[in-house]
């Protein structure tokens, strides 16, 4: 054998880069101190969301990196009308040398908002995956158990309907309101907190849409493209149709989310699903249909609502802009509680149709008010006049 002599090649040399081999006091830590918490220690949802998104307020030092056509960069707080204390002060000055130096931490007031969801990536993840598992399980029983045949025949022309024309209110708003209001949001503790709601509105249409192709395929003449007509043309539909459509056409990112869910949802939303839907559904033999509301009356009076109402808590009683938030919200509430109250108040029709009522609709649209006028105390807001439409 002959031996093989060692190639000439250059050899690596490693060295340590300047920044990298410096050692600070916190150089081993494994959570970051660049913010303060909300509590007396730091949340994994706060390491994961504070500051995720850039602000040349605080330590942007080059400014924006990038720009929209009209010369906006990046986050522009004018985009909603509200405002946060330190909303007003001018951009840092930036030159050579200039560093990181902005302003103290948080650099304006918007940054002190916190979802009481703690919600990022994993948890959208697990909360989804878990909802949908839940609701095909359910659905899968009910077919093995020939649960659809007990169904009333009315209630099958309803569902075809009525609880498929909600997937068009579901996917509006969760795609070209929410899903648009948090492109515009100024911090990513908002972001996170807005795209979920998105995934929430958008998830619960999947699961109509879904419902509806399994009812095609389990109940004879079941009529999947029901919704579609009823949704374009049924008279008790185009107040809510009109409602919705003028939601997602609202510039205003911060009035997107309060029109939608501190006035909308309470008033219009809960209305149709946990005082019509989930009330006569039961009595007209129907036990899976108000698993599928169920799960979205959930994400919204107990993650999509507890997560608007601190958002709005803390411009309400902002140190800087509290009266000029409070007034614009009234305003705000002034021009959208009588479009809900007349397209809740279009839709008494559909109490009548299945053959076992619900509760008597001024009954149902008493109990939404109450609750309404009740979220607009938790925030200091006053009810308008128009509720007693």
């Known amino acids: 054998m002959t031996a093989t002599s060692e190639r000439s090649v250059p050899k690596p040399t490693f060295t340590d880069a300047e920044a990298g081999a410096k050692v600070f006091p916190d150089s081993t830590a494994r959570q970051y101190n660049y913010f303060t918490p909300a509590k007396r220690k730091q949340s994994h949802y706060e390491d994961v969301t504070v500051e995720v998104q850039p602000d040349p307020r605080h330590y942007l030092s080059q400014g924006w990196l990038y720009a929209f056509a009209d010369g906006q960069g990046g986050y522009p707080l004018e985009w909603t009308a509200l405002k946060a204390w330190g909303s007003d002060r001018p951009l840092p000055e930036r030159g050579p040398g200039s560093g990181g130096k902005g302003y103290d931490w948080p650099a304006h007031g918007w940054h002190e908002f916190r979802d009481p969801n703690e919600e990022w990536e994993l948890t959208l993840y697990r909360y989804n995956a878990n909802v949908v598992r839940q609701l095909n399980q359910n659905v899968d029983a009910a077919r093995q158990a020939k649960a659809f045949e007990q169904w009333n025949r009315n209630w099958v022309d309803f569902v075809a309907k009525h609880v498929g024309a909600w997937m068009h209110v579901d996917h509006g708003l969760g795609l070209y309101l929410f899903a648009n209001a948090n492109r515009r949001a100024p911090t990513n503790m908002h972001n996170n907190a807005i795209s979920v709601n998105s995934m929430h509105r958008i998830r619960a249409a999947q699961d109509l849409a879904l419902y509806n192709l399994t009812l095609t395929e389990e109940i004879e003449g079941f009529d999947g493209t029901a919704h579609l007509s009823t949704w374009n043309e049924d008279p008790a539909w185009q107040g809510v149709r009109e409602t919705a459509e003028q939601l997602t056409g609202i510039w205003d990112w911060a009035e997107a989310i309060f029109a939608a869910n501190v006035v909308f949802e309470p008033l219009v939303g ?120």
């Open 270 to 389: 809960e209305l149709f699903r946990s005082n019509l839907v989930q009330q006569a559904a039961p009595a007209n033999g129907d036990f899976v249909t108000p698993t599928l509301i169920g799960a979205e009356e959930f994400d919204f009076s107990e993650r999509d609502l507890r997560y608007t109402k601190p958002l709005f808590h803390l411009l309400i009683n902002d140190k800087e802009f509290a009266d000029h938030n409070k007034a614009l919200l009234q305003k705000w509430l002034e021009d959208w509680v009588p479009r809900c109250i007349a397209a809740a108040r279009a839709l008494q029709p559909l109490w009548s149709q299945p053959d076992a009522k619900p509760i008597r609709f001024e009954d149902g649209l008493d109990r939404v008010k109450s609750r309404f006028a009740g979220i607009l105390s938790e925030l200091g807001l006053k009810a308008p006049e128009e509720l007693g439409q």
